[in-house]
């Protein structure tokens, strides 16, 4: 396990100290500071113009009130969040989450490694993230709408295409984006496409957007195989989720000989060892808006839905946990690694906790940090702006080849500065010091401000 040395140690304390009780947010921070000991060591002025606190600390926070009406005519309180989080790169860039769970410091954790993330595509956006505590299950479109844009009637004074530019996020997908783009087109009286990402096909969205996260984590993970001579072909993969994220990373897997035997909601788990079926699962997720339960009752003889234990205690050759974050414990980690995993590529937002890192990473197991294994979708979403700028549409070929491409960066430079900082296949130190570089470099150059 790296230590921090003493300098890092005091930037750790005085975050824990402004940031009381926002977990989530200490342990992003402290993942990335217990990579940074090296980088210090040859780059003391880092410490000197106090870049590294500059980084933890969130350029604006914003957190408003969102009133809404439901079907019943009740009026309804929501606490929404917008966390801009870094511009030394680019205008804020990331998601916007509905969740109950939604609260400060997951935003801030979110938006914290979003900054790294952004960072490691090579593109010029910044880092951001946002949300509410809106439970969307169980609300009709009308309440959704009506939401969406009491949300939107707030943020949208904080936004712009050069100043943050949000997407979607867990509860966030193509219908929210849509609520809440009219509503920002008929407050600014502007058609401002490059404004949100992840939007609809008809009006400005990018072609291969949906898929990209997954599509990308897929990719990360091949090029990981890669580097020990292998790939996914023949190989058994359990993906839990099975939202947008875990959808396409299933996708891509099939696509590249492998086979996914699970995948999960937050109330359980389906096993099927022929392979999931993804038509099943799209229609029940995408289009019905219902649990996978729903893929056991349907298909019946052969499919187990199991809501008891965990996901990871399926056996397999590579994981990809793609639900959210701290889904994976040391006792899942150290379950997979009894049953024989080669491979581990965060599709979700840190859903390992430290411990089950340090299990991977003693077992030698190969394992790929959310921030570099998830940033296809981030990617693409500066594509989907790029298209927007140039008042253009690629098609989904051009578009999955640069996000092939953008991956292949991404690999690629987490693998050459975990050998120069000297911990060669340690993806979690390379991806957090190339992270960092970049945006400590542009910061410097800025002056303090
Ligand atoms: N929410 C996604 C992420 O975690 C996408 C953000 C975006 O496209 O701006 O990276």
Not at 76 to 97: D, E, H
Not at 220 to 241: H, I, N, P, Q, Y
Not at 327 to 355: C, F, H, I, Q, Y
């Amino acid at each position: 396990m790296t230590t921090m040395d003493e300098k890092l140690e005091a930037i750790m304390a005085e975050v824990m100290r402004r940031n009381t009780g926002e977990e989530e947010f200490i342990q992003a921070v402290r993942e990335v500071l217990e990579s940074l000991g090296r980088v210090v060591a040859k780059r003391p002025d880092y410490i000197d113009n106090a870049l590294i606190e500059r980084i933890c600390e969130p350029e604006r926070q914003i957190i408003f009130r969102v009133p809404w009406v439901d079907d019943q005519g009740r009026v309804c309180i929501n606490r929404g969040f917008r966390v801009q989080f870094n511009s030394a790169l680019g205008p804020f860039k990331g998601g916007l989450r509905f969740h109950p769970s939604v609260n400060l410091g997951i935003v801030k954790f979110l938006g914290f490694e979003q900054t790294f993330k952004n960072a490691l595509t090579g593109l010029p956006i910044g880092g951001g993230k946002g949300g509410s505590d809106f439970n969307p299950r169980g609300r009709s479109d009308g309440e959704v709408m009506r939401f969406c844009q009491s949300f939107m009637t707030e943020l949208s004074r904080h936004l712009g295409e050069y100043t943050d530019v949000p997407a979607g996020d867990i509860g966030v997908g193509a219908r929210e984006i849509g609520y809440m783009f009219g509503q920002y087109k008929r407050l600014s009286n502007r058609y401002e496409a490059a404004v949100l990402t992840g939007k609809g096909l008809s009006y400005g969205g990018s072609r291969a957007r949906k898929e990209a996260t997954g599509y990308g984590a897929t990719y990360f993970v091949e090029a990981m195989l890669a580097t020990r001579g292998t790939s996914f072909d023949g190989k058994t993969c359990v993906v839990s989720g099975s939202g947008n994220v875990a959808i396409y990373t299933m996708e891509k897997i099939r696509a590249h000989g492998g086979r996914v035997v699970a995948c999960s909601d937050s109330n359980g788990y389906v096993v099927d060892e022929s392979g999931i079926d993804l038509d099943l699962v799209k229609e029940i997720k995408e289009v019905r808006r219902e649990r996978i339960s729903e893929y056991a009752r349907q298909k019946g003889t052969g499919t187990r839905y199991i809501t008891m234990g965990s996901i990871w205690d399926v056996p397999c050759d590579v994981a990809m946990p793609s639900a959210t974050q701290n889904e994976l414990t040391g006792k899942d980690a150290r379950r997979l690694v009894a049953n024989g995993v080669l491979a581990v590529g965060e599709g979700a937002n840190m859903p390992s906790t430290p411990e089950a890192i340090r299990v991977f990473q003693e077992a030698g197991v190969l394992f790929a940090p959310g921030k570099a294994a998830n940033a296809g979708g981030v990617a693409t979403s500066a594509l989907e702006m790029q298209q927007n700028a140039s008042r253009d549409s690629w098609t989904f070929e051009q578009t999955e080849q640069r996000l092939a491409s953008i991956m292949r960066h991404v690999h690629d430079t987490c693998a050459a500065t975990a050998d120069e900082f000297g911990a060669p296949g340690n993806y979690v130190l390379g991806a957090n010091i190339a992270g960092f570089v970049r945006v400590a470099e542009a910061m410097r150059a800025f002056g303090v401000i």
